[in-house]
């Protein structure tokens, strides 16, 4: 048998070494084309930029982040307890300044409110009275709601468009039936201001995305509730019928007016800027024609009404009723009558008590003066409001509105929330007043969008009971349909 042949025994180092070497001038080789890239890039000036990893990720988390969800309020501030004692009375010093100045904002704001009303009420309040008029138009109850949006849109005030509904209703003019389609379209007039104060925060575009959101809110329910509830009423009437049972049913009588409870602090100074008499637009409404020339501005506040009894002639053809009062001289013939005078006793203090101007000028005056205030007052209260709703305050605030109670009783929240809604609207007596309040809280992330939904429900239901108490204090002759159609 033939032995096997010698192999010689491979030297690892060889290798090594060769394939290190080979490595060595495939680096340099490399080394050389990327040094040839890059000169040749740089020559022509088309060098990128190299994205880090970190940079990446950083990108995807912002297009991950929801732009509704609710911002977390930091405080930037120095913490409480690595403060001085002077630094801790100088900081509560300013929380309480912040505090004054954002009530003072509030008041002004609901005053612009006020007079932003007054100067819609100026500027179209006699075209609104006229809509009212074509009774053809309001037997239509598509043309009812529209007309019922249309000029609460032109006097910014559910209330003033309501009040003259119930005129006319309590004059017959209007059946409590055509009345329905334009209260219905009222609620959706008044949800206009709080979408106007919306767009004074689009600055900031998630600010904006929210607040938008949380105004429209109301507009959606009132528009989305009459296109279910309009149809089933024309079809049924179940809405006529049925509060009609509900005010038969109590035995109500008249009363005194309605309580006023914020208007105690805001007429003092409204009344200093402008004072109308409203009843010209009812009485416009109601086809009296000695209404069209008399103005909107109120001149005179203190006013004395006298009856006397005087005498005064009648047509010789007409006949006495009473032969004891009607004596004739000569060819006169002479009666006596209850005659009703009226002294102007004192004039009205606001600016325009003693002004020659229109209307109409008084009207647009007021307009852009109380936009002008309205707008700079709601910058300032979401300036202060992000400055002051920081750290732990805006962690209890935030948790107080919008945590939901443990299950089972999670449905519970949004009931309460309905009923603070309801009683701070019959507080303010005004839906769009508190509506375009917790607009700017519902921007700056203080209240979700989630939890202002049942807010307005609530503001649609406090308008009602003041809208009640009113017509609590109508005549007892008119005061059913009066209850009936508030």
Not at 2 to 10: D, G, L, R
Not at 98 to 121: H, P, W
């Amino acid at each position: 048998m033939a032995p096997w042949p010698e192999v010689e025994k491979p030297e690892t180092n060889n290798y090594i070494g060769d394939s290190s070497k080979q490595n060595q001038n495939m680096a340099g080789k490399e080394g050389e084309n990327h040094k040839g890239n890059v000169a040749s890039l740089g020559n022509k000036g088309e060098i990128q930029p190299a994205f880090s990893t970190i940079a990446l990720i950083d990108e995807t988390r912002q297009e991950e982040e929801d732009p509704w969800a609710l911002p977390e309020l930091q405080d930037t501030g120095v913490k409480w307890s690595e403060l001085d004692r002077k630094g801790k009375i100088i900081r509560v010093l300013y929380g309480i300044g912040k505090f004054i100045m954002l009530l003072g904002l509030l008041y002004m704001f609901v005053c612009s409110l006020d007079v932003l009303s007054s100067a819609f009420q100026l500027v179209g309040g006699k075209a609104a009275g006229d809509i009212f008029q074509d009774d053809s138009v309001l037997s239509n109850p598509v043309a009812g709601l529209v007309i019922g949006v249309l000029v609460t849109v032109m006097v910014q005030s559910s209330s003033t468009s309501s009040s003259i509904v119930v005129s006319m209703v309590s004059s017959t003019l209007l059946t409590v039936r055509s009345a329905i389609p334009i209260i219905m379209g009222a609620n959706i007039g008044t949800s206009v201001t709080n979408t106007i104060v919306a767009l004074m925060q689009a600055g900031d575009r998630n600010e904006f995305r929210r607040a938008f959101a949380g105004a429209t809110i109301h507009d959606f329910f009132n528009w989305l509730a009459v296109f279910a509830l309009l149809p089933i009423e024309v079809i049924s009437g179940y809405l006529y019928h049925l509060t009609n049972v509900i005010v038969e049913s109590f035995h109500l009588e008249s009363g005194e007016d309605a309580p006023e409870l914020l208007k105690v602090i805001t007429d003092p100074f409204t009344k200093l800027i402008i004072e109308l008499d409203k009843s010209v637009i009812n009485a416009i409404a109601t086809n009296d024609e000695s209404a069209k020339n008399k103005s909107l501005v109120k001149i005179w506040c203190v006013t004395e009404t006298n009856v006397t009894l005087q005498n005064v002639t009648i047509p010789p053809s007409e006949n006495c009723t009473s032969p004891e009062f009607c004596w004739t001289e000569g060819n006169t013939t002479w009666t006596l009558k209850n005659i009703t005078e009226t002294d102007y006793i004192s004039k009205c203090r606001h600016l325009f008590a003693n002004s020659d101007l229109p209307d109409l000028g008084i009207g647009l005056i007021l307009l852009a003066l109380s936009l002008l205030v309205l707008c700079s007052c709601l910058v300032m209260i979401v300036k202060l409001l992000n400055s002051v709703l920081k750290g732990q305050v805006a962690s209890v605030i935030k948790k107080t509105i919008n945590t939901d109670f443990p299950f089972p009783f999670t449905w519970l929240a949004g009931y309460l929330a309905m009923l603070a809604g309801a009683g701070m609207t019959f507080v303010v007596q005004s839906s769009s007043v508190f509506t375009s309040a917790i607009t700017p809280l519902v921007g700056i992330g203080v209240i979700s969008i989630e939890r202002s939904y049942p807010l307005t429900l609530g503001a649609n239901i406090g308008t009602t009971t003041t809208a009640i108490l009113a017509a609590l204090a109508s005549p007892g002759s008119t005061l059913k349909y009066s209850l009936q159609v508030s």
